[in-house]
């Protein structure tokens, strides 16, 4: 399949970054998925499930036998999944609780042509001590308000990471590695 009928189906600035960075040629497609975890769904199974909701609501709008390519991201905290915050009080609580401590981070790929390819990158992030004066100022530089977890790996919350066991770009929204292995696949 020629890759200049690649779509990817996500509104954020880092996974086209994360794109342009390896050198894969893409036109954008705005898609709108229900974004809540259902009842007893594992953090793992929900990532899978938002990236592949992303790809088939991105094919779904294609008819042009383009490849659609889902992502999605989040911060796990035991089993809870940490979200993006909804406002100063929620990224305050998100990023005290993950101060100190060690945290998961999944990252899931969907592409979809004529058949689905799927892949998840698992990372641990460990957190330094963050004092609430430097979570506050965190808030205030704007950095962590459409985050998972509240925090960005590649902004000014890289100075709160103490240890990375995984992929960064997973962390940052799309695992390069398990990208370009699904685009060989096509």
Same mark, same amino acid.
């Given at each position: ?20 960075q390896i050198g894969v040629s893409f036109s954008l ?14 953090? &793992? ?21 383009? &490849? ?63 004092s609430a004066d430097e979570? $506050?100022?965190?808030?205030?530089? $704007? ?6 977890? $509240?925090? &960005? ?34």
């Amino acid at each position: 399949m020629d890759l200049s009928t690649l779509f990817l189906a996500s509104s954020s600035p880092r996974r086209r970054e994360l794109l342009e960075q390896i050198g894969v040629s893409f036109s954008l497609l705005s898609v709108e998925i229900d974004e809540r975890p259902r009842p007893e769904e594992l953090p &793992a199974e929900f990532v899978i499930r938002m990236a592949a909701e992303k790809s088939l609501a991105g094919l779904t709008k294609r008819d042009d036998g383009g &490849a659609v390519l889902g992502a999605d991201t989040i911060v796990v905290l035991g089993d809870e999944i940490m979200g993006k915050p909804v406002d100063e009080a929620h990224a305050f609580d998100m990023l005290s609780r993950l101060s100190g401590k060690r945290h998961e981070v999944l990252s899931a790929v969907s592409l979809r042509s004529e058949q689905h390819y799927q892949a998840l990158s698992r990372s641990w992030v460990t957190f330094r001590k963050i004092s609430a004066d430097e979570i $506050g100022s965190y808030w205030l530089s $704007g950095e962590p308000r459409d985050k998972a977890g $509240g925090y &960005a790996i590649q902004g000014y919350g890289a100075v709160f990471i103490e240890h990375l066991e995984g992929s960064y770009s997973g962390v940052m929204g799309l695992p390069l590695f398990e990208t370009a292995q699904l685009l060989r696949q096509l």
